[in-house]
């Protein structure tokens, strides 16, 4: 239901931009977030955009670098990441829910998940 892409291998400091493009039901009133997991390390997450588009939350090692949008027309919500880091190379996932306020940055708190797509930033 959710697929997501975009995922490639850049340089540091370059940009990509994931997509996440849901199917089968529809999302609108959904909030969408990205997550991403590195080898050996737990689910992180990266950000988080309310169901209207108007209220976003962010890692703190994604603030200032990352831009999470959505077009509900389109069901798809983007991931714009810039001035990219090899700290960042991990499996880039989106989830759809409603989660409770105050565990929007649980991944327990997602029922909805992409299959991921792979980020690869270089040194």
């Known amino acids: 239901q959710l697929q997501a892409s975009g995922g490639g291998l850049v340089q540091a400091g370059g940009s990509l931009r994931l997509s996440c493009a849901a199917s089968?039901?529809?999302?609108?009133?959904?909030?969408l977030a990205w997550f991403r997991q590195a080898p050996g390390k737990e689910r992180e997450f990266v950000a988080v955009?309310?169901?209207?588009?108007?209220?976003?939350s962010y890692a703190d090692s994604a603030k200032g670098r990352f831009t999470i949008s959505r077009d509900n027309a389109k069901n798809t919500v983007y991931l714009q990441m810039n001035s990219l880091k090899p700290e960042d190379t991990a499996v880039y996932y989106c989830?759809?829910?409603?989660?409770?306020?105050?565990?929007?940055?649980?991944?327990?708190?997602?029922?909805?998940w992409g299959q991921g797509t792979q980020v690869t930033v270089s040194s």
């Open positions: 955009i309310n169901w209207s588009g108007r209220s976003t």
């Open positions: 089968g039901r529809t999302f609108g009133t959904y909030s």
């Open positions: 989830a759809a829910d409603v989660p409770p306020i105050k565990l929007y940055s649980d991944y327990e708190s997602y029922d909805y």
